[in-house]
T-cell receptor, first 111, second 114 residues
Framework: SAVISQKPSRDICQRGTSLTIQCQVDSQVTMMFWYRQQPGQSLTLIAT?????????ESGFVIDKFPISRPNLTFSTLTVSNMSPEDSSIYLC????????FGPGTRLTVL | AQTVTQSQPEMSVQEAETVTLSCTYD???????LFWYKQPPSRQMILVIR??????QNATENRFSVNFQKAAKSFSLKISDSQLGDAAMYFC???????????FGQGTRLTINP
């Protein structure tokens, strides 16, 4: 199994600002994933982050809004840009081989 | 596209009783994996159990077991001897073989009554 940490655990941000969320895995992994969980909803995949290449975004998510970095095999960041109240969600990263393990999530509130 | 459906938004059970959560999925693939994750109020997603589609035997992890009906595309989770700590949102998830991204169901909120 993989142990995954995320920072920050929560944040309250003003409309129009950006927030960068960090995800650290305790072992090297090929792919890392970023999910959004809107209030009371299930998880929706934002993008898949591969080391050494651009992230692959799911339908409805764009790089300008959610830029992702993957500088090495244990670390990734997700930035939520130009935030609006609709971006208030829990953001989770995951990684693993046949089985994905999740970080504790970042609860973002946009005022 | 693959879809996962959990038809029970909420379930409740008495402590020490048994409860079954339902999940159906739609896929044309023959190689895939199915998972149940638990998300308590702490919001940490915790793997409960995993089933490989090629295995006929149902997976079991302590008090948690699945009923995998491949032809019916059904994957239910049975929790025996329910405990207060089992209270959480439960998500069923699908992953196609050779891929890694997960497709999640809508979730079932499980309440345990003391």
């Amino acid at each position: 199994s993989a142990v995954i940490s995320q920072k920050p655990s929560r944040d309250i941000c003003q409309r129009g600002t950006s927030l960068t969320i960090q995800c650290q895995v305790d072992s090297q992994v090929t792919m890392m994933f970023w999910y959004r969980q809107q209030p009371g909803q299930s998880l929706t995949l934002i993008a898949t982050a591969n080391q050494g290449s651009e992230a692959t975004y799911e339908s409805g998510f764009v790089i300008d809004k959610f830029p992702i970095s993957r500088p090495n095999l244990t670390f990734s960041t997700l930035t939520v840009s130009n935030m609006s109240p609709e971006d208030s969600s829990i953001y989770l990263c995951s990684a693993g081989g046949d089985t994905q393990y999740f970080g504790p999530g970042t609860r973002l509130t946009v005022l | 596209a693959q879809t996962v459906t959990q038809s029970q938004p909420e379930m409740s059970v008495q402590e020490a009783e048994t409860v079954t959560l339902s999940c159906t999925y739609d896929t044309s693939e023959s190689d895939y994996y199915l998972f149940w994750y638990k998300q308590p109020p702490s919001r940490q997603m915790i793997l409960v159990i995993r089933q490989e589609a090629y295995k006929q035997q149902n997976a079991t992890e302590n008090r948690f077991s699945v009923n995998f009906q491949k032809a019916a595309k059904s994957f239910s989770l049975k929790i025996s001897d329910s405990q207060l700590g089992d209270a959480a949102m439960y998500f069923c998830a699908y992953r196609r073989g050779g891929a890694q991204k997960l497709v999640f169901g809508q979730g079932t909120r499980l309440t345990i009554n003391p």
